[in-house]
């Protein structure tokens, strides 16, 4: 806590090596160097949020990633799966932890995809708010219905349904829950500083 | 000149008011600095009188809104994140997607200049999109140098430490308390099981009795000695000489097993067995070629095992009986050194049956003699 960190872009902070934009989110001192389990998890839940969101959303985000100048980090698509199969949930799950580095591209792309699909977030968070005033269920509206539909398919396919955590969303409902709470999650990743606080929201609780 | 700067966005907006201090570097910007703030004020969608106050209450506002804003999206709760707080502002979770916003009345005797309206307290519930707008709003104002530029975006993560002090005494002791309560259970309930007896098998001669008896077995192939008072468990050999019955050779005899306290599983049917050879079912093995080889492999066997042992002191006969495939499927001592030693040196070669042998099987008999030297003659009996 006595070490603030401000944000603000300042020439000292550049280096050469990193993609410019990976230099406004600050480097959280870790003792081993790899990324907290819940930040691996937390990750990878929000791009699989978007691929619900967005049909085709795993192409666009190598696109996002070239775009961002980030290949250096992310060579290929199979590099791009390893990385989110660090997540501990999956079934392919890699014993690798995520690099600081890494993970700071694939949030640069998560935050990067949500500021384009600002509008659907928030169209999408609007009327599950409305539904749920009325206590009309959430399926009654069609693309809260598709989107619910796409996270779920998502989540069982590629989770590893041994894992505790995984069985724990075994019904239909806990499964939209998830989904809508990362839907507002995005939602905080599309402001001005949404890719700062959602970076510095992953290291909660996890650094001395 | 009074400086108005307006952060809007569609469910919140922020307006600000306040001076310049007129320093010469903020004069040449096309937007002068506003570093005095007079009046903040919040509209919020749904609420009829904006949110207003001086710059405690906005700095208490940027403070209490941006530390929660990383409380949701972490999910990590302590409400003191940017140290003591103000505390004019507080935001608190009431569900997933609702968040109650209250402005207490600013503590008495702060020498606020601004218009007492902010002395009310206010409460306002607010969606998830509001709290979003009410944070981008405040996101803006911080990205704006030009707009009190001493207040900027300062995010950290919380430490270790104070999660851990942050959760109830109760909570952090709990795994303990079911990892020992559990223990217990687990120690009464293995306290209730009975403790197993290990039975070790033991030698066809461990015990006096036991070797009573066998010293009294009548051998009728062999030794050419006959007991006038005959045992019980030769009795049950003797049948066997004249009606030669399958199942009274290849099992433990009934009548011999009461006697003995030896396992009966292993040691006494093939000792029973192996002496009944000769004149019973089992035919013995005449072949001079065969017993020779079978002579070499008993000797290998005893070899290999004894190795490992220290020599006898007293020389120990013994009268081996061998299956055809070289498997030792009994063995009775021969004088009275090899009946004292408890343990045969030969005991662990013996062949355990696995399911049943042939009961009729043809055997040969050897005379094994250890000598107290360290060497083992083995001839043909």
Redesign the interface.
Known sequence: ?D??????PSETSLTESNPLILDSL?D?SLNDGGCPRRARLQIDLMLLAIEALYLGGAEEMLAVSKELELESIIKNRVAFWLMRNTNPLRRYTQRRSLTVVEAKALVAIACNMARKLTATI?QL??D??QL?SRNVPLNQNLLLFEYLERFRAHFRSRMNPKRSVVVAYDSDEKLN?LA??LL??L??CT????M???W????????? | MTIRRQYSLPNCSLVLEGLSDGSAASQLDMRPVLSILMSAECYVTGLGEPLTGGREFFESLVRAVSSY????????H?PDRY?PNLSMVQLHRID??SHRLTVLPASTGSTTQIDQKTELSAVVDL???QL?DL??AI??F??DTQTLPEL????????????KSAEPLAQRSLPAVVGVSSLALAAMAFFLVPVPEVQRPRDPVPQPNAAGQNLGTPNPGGSGSPNPNPTPAADGLLPGDKTPSPAATGEPSPLATPQSNTSPESTPSPLSEGLASPGAAAVPITDVAEIELLKGKLSQQIDGVLKNKPAVDTELVYRVSVGKDGAIVGYKSENSAAVARSEAPLSELLYKPVGTRPPAEPLADFRVVFAPGGTVVVTPW
């Open positions: 806590m070490v603030a960190v401000i944000l603000m600050p959280l928030r968070l609007q599950s708010q749920r829950e809508l709470n507002s999650k939602l905080f402001g001005t500083a949404g700062q606080r959602f510095v929201s992953l290291f909660d609780g996890e650094v001395e | 804003a990383q409380e949701f999206m972490s999910g990590v302590y140290g997933g997607n969606t998830t999109v979003f944070v981008e996101d803006q911080f990205a900027s975006l300062q995010l950290t993560p919380i430490s270790k430490r104070y999660i």
